[in-house]
């Protein structure tokens, strides 16, 4: 029978809960993992994210992955598809890429994902409409490095939030919200006003220490995000 990334959570959750690993210990790597379950790694990271996602194991690039000292309650904030979310809400979804290009990953791009000099990116302008208004606007940079397929990539029908979701997972994600005013490039986009308050999320996702992507998503006045414990 094909192991699941339910059983490996399930088994690893036992085994702290019996205390055959106690708090502080060091977990096993995902490599050591995935031989002892007989197992794809990416099953076992699946398993460890969930882990860590409900506050069970704490992981650290570098450092590895331990048992907490005492378990947390983390909100959880899933990546969602773009177009599920809107049409979740009973509204028609649309789809525009504004613009493409190829281009040296920018000095503020290679410090925040740490990337190398002269590392090339893809980089699209997109939006996201809901019943015909604007829903949000996507400004996403993809590492052509870990995807060199993203080149090639016809993202003029399928949205890169779409496209990345079947075409690669993530072992860490860092998110970041914030609140702003619209200038003058996002007013076009959003159909607001310049000044108007614009709801901002920053999201930069790595596989295996790797960065993938960079992405900053703006939503105009009244968006409502929700997260569960």
Same mark, same amino acid.
């Given at each position: 029978?094909?192991?699941?990334? +339910?059983?490996?959570?399930?088994?690893?959750?036992?085994?702290?809960?019996?205390?055959?690993?106690?708090?502080?210990? *060091?977990?096993? &790597?995902?490599?050591?993992? /995935?031989?002892?379950?007989?197992?794809?790694?990416?099953?076992? &990271?699946? /398993?460890?994210?969930?882990?860590?996602? #409900?506050?069970?194991?704490?992981?650290?690039?570098?450092?590895?992955? %331990?048992?907490?000292?005492?378990?947390?309650?983390?909100? %959880?904030?899933?990546?969602?598809?773009?177009? +599920? !979310?809107?049409?979740?809400?009973?509204?028609?979804? +649309?789809?525009?890429?504004?613009?493409?290009?190829?281009?040296?990953?920018?000095?503020?791009?290679?410090?925040? *994902?740490?990337?190398?000099?002269?590392?090339?990116?893809?980089?699209?302008?997109?939006?996201?409409?809901?019943?015909? #208004?604007?829903?949000?606007?996507?400004? +996403?940079?993809? &590492?052509?490095?870990?995807?060199?397929?993203?080149?090639? /990539? #016809?993202?003029?029908?399928?949205?890169? &939030?779409?496209?990345?979701?079947?075409?690669?997972?993530?072992?860490?994600?860092?998110?970041?919200?914030?609140?702003?005013?619209?200038?003058?490039?996002?007013?076009?986009?959003?159909?607001?006003?310049?000044? #108007?308050?614009?709801?901002?999320? !920053?999201?930069?996702?790595?596989?295996?220490?790797?960065?993938?992507?960079?992405?900053? *998503?703006?939503?105009?006045?009244?968006?409502?995000?929700?997260? %569960?414990?």
């Amino acid at each position: 029978m094909k192991v699941t990334y +339910r059983d490996v959570k399930t088994d690893i959750l036992s085994k702290i809960t019996k205390g055959e690993w106690g708090p502080g210990s *060091l977990v096993p &790597n995902e490599i050591e993992l /995935a031989g002892t379950y007989g197992c794809a790694r990416a099953t076992v &990271n699946r /398993a460890m994210r969930e882990l860590a996602d #409900d506050g069970i194991i704490e992981r650290r690039r570098k450092a590895g992955t %331990r048992v907490r000292q005492s378990p947390v309650r983390q909100a %959880r904030f899933d990546i969602p598809l773009v177009r +599920r !979310e809107i049409e979740e809400k009973g509204a028609q979804y +649309r789809y525009s890429l504004v613009s493409r290009s190829v281009v040296a990953a920018p000095d503020w791009l290679r410090a925040r *994902l740490k990337l190398p000099i002269g590392c090339r990116v893809v980089h699209l302008v997109c939006m996201h409409y809901a019943d015909g #208004d604007p829903y949000q606007h996507e400004d +996403r940079w993809i &590492n052509l490095a870990v995807l060199p397929q993203a080149e090639t /990539a #016809d993202f003029a029908v399928t949205g890169p &939030n779409e496209w990345l979701v079947a075409t690669i997972p993530f072992s860490d994600a860092e998110i970041s919200f914030s609140a702003g005013l619209v200038d003058l490039d996002l007013s076009q986009y959003l159909a607001s006003k310049i000044g #108007d308050p614009v709801f901002t999320v !920053e999201r930069s996702t790595w596989w295996e220490g790797q960065a993938v992507t960079y992405v900053k *998503l703006s939503y105009r006045l009244g968006h409502r995000m929700t997260t %569960r414990y």
